[in-house]
């Protein structure tokens, strides 16, 4: 199990994290952290709804309904977004 997989399950509930953010924490790059999140088989145990972009927008969602999923789970979540874009005082940083 790759490192960001379980980082995954550290994000509280109400934040997200970036790809650039997890990849610093995994010492990669952000477009492995891409390719290891579209890799995911369990989505349901590591939520890689909960990983946007640097700028809080939303991409690379591969699940059934794309990125309108990708924004219905995080707003269940308790995120809130500001014109399209989540506000980044909901981003996780991890702690070394």
Do not use: Q, W
């Not at 995994?26 to 972009?53: L, Q, W």
């Amino acid at each position: 199990m790759h490192k960001a997989l379980l980082l995954l399950k550290k994000i509280p509930k109400g934040k997200v994290t970036t790809y650039g953010i997890l990849a610093k924490a995994c010492k990669t790059s952000p477009r492995a952290i891409g390719r290891i999140m579209a890799s995911n088989r369990e989505p349901v145990n590591y939520p890689c709804f909960k990983v946007v972009s640097s700028t809080g927008g939303l991409c690379g969602y591969s699940a059934e309904g794309g990125l309108e999923t990708k924004r219905r789970l995080l707003e269940k979540d308790g995120i809130r977004f500001v014109k399209g874009k989540v506000d980044k005082r909901y981003f996780h940083e991890f702690k070394e």
